[in-house]
C-alpha cells in the first residue's frame, strides 16, 4: 500500500478504475481524484474528520491530498475510479483547493469503461461525473492548518517506515514534536488511536501479500513490520477475523491483479 503517490507526475496523465468487494482500506491519502461508486450494498467513507454512508446509485467523490479511507458492508460491491487533475484541467483549475461540502452525488448510471478506448472519451466520462458534483453540491475552499500537516507527515513517515519499529515516538523525534501531543492530535483527526492504525496499515500490507504471493506466512509477518509470528497472527485475527491461512484459502479472496502492479490497492 502505498499511502503519497503520485499520479499526474508520471509521463503521461493517470486513469484507473478497477472493481472491489467486501474489502476495508484506511486512511491514506493521494494526488488523484478519487471516486468510489457503489453498485450493491454500503460503504462507509471517512472523508477528512467526516463519516459518509453511500449506497447504491451513489458515489464518493474525493479530492486530490484529503484524508480519506473506507470500509464495505459485506456482500458490497464498488467501483474505485482514480484520475489525475490534468485530464480534467478545466474542473481541477476552476476548483484547486477546494473540496466538496456534501461529497455523495447521487447518479443511477452505473459506469461503464468499455467505450473509453480514447482520451477524448475518457475526458467526456470524467467531466460528466464533475458535472454532477458541481449540479448537487457546494464546492468550497479547503481550510488547511499546521495539525493537518503534521498527520501528512505522520502517514507518510508510516508508508516509509512501517517495515520497521515505526513507533509514534520515533516520528515524534524525526518531526520534531511532543509525543503526548501527537498521539493526542492523531486520535482525534483519525479516530483511531496510533497504535491500532499502525496495525490496521500493516495487516492491510499482509492481505496483500498473502493474496498475490505465495510467501510464507512467517516471512510476511516480518515483511510488514511484526518481530514474531505470534502477534502476528493475533492482530491478522483481530482485524480480518481470519487467521492468515484461512484468509488465503478463502473462496472470497479477490486479486486485484491490476490495481496491486499499479501500487495501490490492498486488502
Known sequence: MVLFQHFGLESSPIFKHFDISDLNYPIHLHRAFEIL??????????????????????????F????HG???????????????????????????????????????????????????????????????VVEQTQLTLKKTSSQLTTIYQIINYINDHYTESCTLKQIADSIGYDYVYLSKLFQKTIN???????????????????????????????????????????????????TPAQYRKSSKVTKYDKAIQENYISG
Open 64 to 67: 486530490p491530498d484529503q484524508l
Open 70 to 132: 473506507f470500509d464495505m458492508s459485506p456482500n458490497t460491491t464498488a467501483t474505485i475510479i482514480l484520475f489525475s487533475p490534468e485530464i480534467v484541467s478545466a474542473f481541477s483549475e476552476q476548483y484547486k483547493d477546494h473540496i466538496a461540502d456534501n461529497p455523495v452525488i447521487f447518479d443511477n448510471v452505473p459506469p461503464e469503461f468499455e467505450h473509453l478506448d480514447n482520451i477524448f472519451g475518457i475526458k467526456s466520462f470524467l467531466y460528466g461525473l464533475c458535472n454532477k
Open 192 to 242: 483511531l488511536s496510533y497504535t491500532k492504525y499502525l496495525n490496521s496499515f500493516r495487516i492491510s500490507k499482509a492481505r496483500e501479500l498473502l493474496k498475490n504471493t505465495s510467501l510464507p506466512v512467517t516471512d510476511i509477518a516480518f515483511n510488514v513490520g511484526y518481530e514474531n509470528l505470534r502477534t502476528f497472527n493475533r492482530n491478522f485475527k483481530d482485524v480480518t477475523r481470519n
Open 37 to 62: 461508486y457503489v453498485r450493491k450494498g454500503q460503504v462507509q467513507e471517512q472523508v477528512d474528520n467526516r463519516i459518509y454512508h453511500v449506497n447504491p446509485h451513489q458515489f464518493i467523490i474525493v
